[in-house]
């Protein structure tokens, strides 16, 4: 595999490192104490074509490809988690599926506005008793001539509130289990249609992650995404793609909290002597700098068989798997270089250090993440 990021690709990195830094990056800190949904950068991002890399220009996207997608949204991470998570979201979980599940006339109406930026798509598939256990959906639809009628709630749905287009996934015949659950958009606006609570959370503070209320809600038939009972086949194909930008994620979190930790190792002195020319400070940043290359690796290669049209579950999973534990152990240990300033807001890498936390939970857990391995490895198949 070609490791050498295209022409291409290297544009579209710098442009999205160069937005990070001059754009993102000094707003980052105040969004996350104020809990505040960054609207003019995101729409800011849209115009730049960060908001659909991957969909082809006749559907709003960029054109480009998996790989320029995870370059680009490592350098979003490395200045600000909370602006990763809602491109990460908007990219892969819902453009991706709208455009490979969807109809040209679905794709139109509603991939286009969200690939475009000019408007945010979500993905909601957790409920209180179907996290990790996604088969179990408790949420109703049922068919009432040329519409839907749904009814249940879906919870932590990244982008739930200010997003005008929702992936809803509903069980549609329960006598099927789950070949009876079915996939729909539903559009902000829909009568019966809620969002009555958004998270107060640890880290991506200002991203929004909301509750989604559904009460006799009518949907058009025309926006269910593909046939009736192919909805977990669509959630979890559409997981495998995400997993790839949650790993981009959290290496540029992890990359983000090792270059202040080197630039902290620099310039604080101790016994005389900057404290990175100390052998212990200098294990930690050589631990931290190869695992977080380590996991940047892994994350090409499942970018890269995405782009081949090659199977890539397993590749994905342990991208995700790798750079997750990366990040939260990159983080943890660019805390404890800055020492006591590393436990005070002043300095990022306490931010660094609760955003890279999610990056182990959310889109299938670290566990999760094994079992999907470990069955590939015993059955020799994805």
């Avoid at 830094?21 to 729409?43: C, S, Y």
């Avoid at 079915?182 to 503070?205: H, M, N, S, W, Y």
């Avoid at 050589?286 to 290669?301: C, Q």
Wanted: neutral net charge.
């Amino acid at each position: 595999m070609k490791l050498d990021p295209t022409e291409e690709q290297q544009m579209i990195q710098a442009m999205a490192r160069e937005f990070a830094e001059t754009a993102i990056r000094p707003i980052a800190a105040e969004i996350d104490r104020e809990g505040r949904f960054p609207h003019e950068t995101v729409k800011r991002m849209g115009e730049l074509g960060l908001m659909g890399i991957a969909i082809p220009e006749d559907w709003g996207g960029s054109g480009a490809d998996t790989l320029a997608y995870v370059l680009a949204l490592e350098e979003i991470a490395k200045a600000c988690g909370s602006h990763a998570a809602i491109m990460s979201v908007n990219n892969s979980l819902y453009c991706d599926p709208v455009y490979r599940f969807g109809t040209d006339t679905q794709r139109e109406r509603l991939l286009k506005p969200a690939a475009t930026g000019h408007a945010l798509g979500c993905f909601a598939l957790t409920e209180p008793q179907a996290g990790s256990d996604a088969r179990n959906q408790q949420t109703l639809a049922a068919r009432d001539g040329d519409h839907y009628v749904l009814n249940g709630r879906k919870q932590f749905v990244t982008n739930g509130r200010e997003a005008s287009f929702a992936l809803v996934f509903c069980a549609t015949d329960r006598a099927k289990a789950h070949h009876g659950i079915t996939a729909f958009v539903v559009e902000k606006g829909t009568p019966g249609f809620r969002v009555p609570r958004t998270e107060d959370k640890l880290g991506i503070r200002a991203s929004d992650t909301a509750e989604l209320m559904f009460e006799d809600c009518r949907v058009p038939a025309a926006n269910r995404l593909g046939e009736e009972g192919m909805g977990l086949k669509i959630a979890l194909a559409t997981l495998d793609g995400g997993r790839i930008g949650i790993a981009a994620q959290a290496v540029g979190l992890a990359a983000g909290a090792l270059e202040r930790a080197v630039a902290y190792a620099r310039e604080r002195t101790s016994f005389g002597v900057a404290i990175g020319q100390h052998q212990m400070v200098q294990w930690m940043l050589a631990d931290m700098a190869t695992a977080t290359d380590g996991a940047r690796l892994l994350t090409l290669r499942a970018a890269g068989l995405k782009d081949q049209g090659r199977p890539y579950r397993t590749a994905a999973a342990m991208a995700k798997l790798f750079a997750a534990e990366t990040a939260m152990r990159v983080t943890t240990d660019a805390v404890q270089i800055h020492g006591g300033y590393g436990f005070i807001k002043e300095y990022e890498v306490e931010r660094y250090f609760r955003d890279a936390k999610i990056t182990q939970i959310y889109e299938g857990t670290s566990q999760i993440q094994k079992l999907v391995i470990a069955r590939a490895v015993l059955g020799g198949t994805e």
